[in-house]
């Protein structure tokens, strides 16, 4: 679309990083979650779940 080659290929690279930190961050908080579902519920833990619900919705 007019763009330079380089600046296409930077796009991609950019897109393939915010998916990779992005999976990373999500299976984090997922194992977070699950370890912290092992213990008692508690309360400075409630936003964690409530990451991982809005994760799963998207």
């Known amino acids: 679309m ?4 380089q600046r ?3 796009f991609h690279y950019s897109f393939y990083y915010y998916f990779f930190f992005s999976f990373c ?3 984090c908080i ?3 979650v699950e370890e912290a579902e092992k213990y008692p519920f508690r309360g400075n ?3 964690l779940c409530s ?3 809005w994760f799963r919705i998207l």
């Open 8 to 10: 296409i290929c930077d």
């Open 30 to 32: 997922t194992e977070i």
């Open 25 to 27: 961050f999500f299976f």
């Open 51 to 53: 990451l991982e619900v």
């Open 45 to 47: 833990l409630s936003f």
């Open 2 to 5: 007019g763009l330079p080659p």
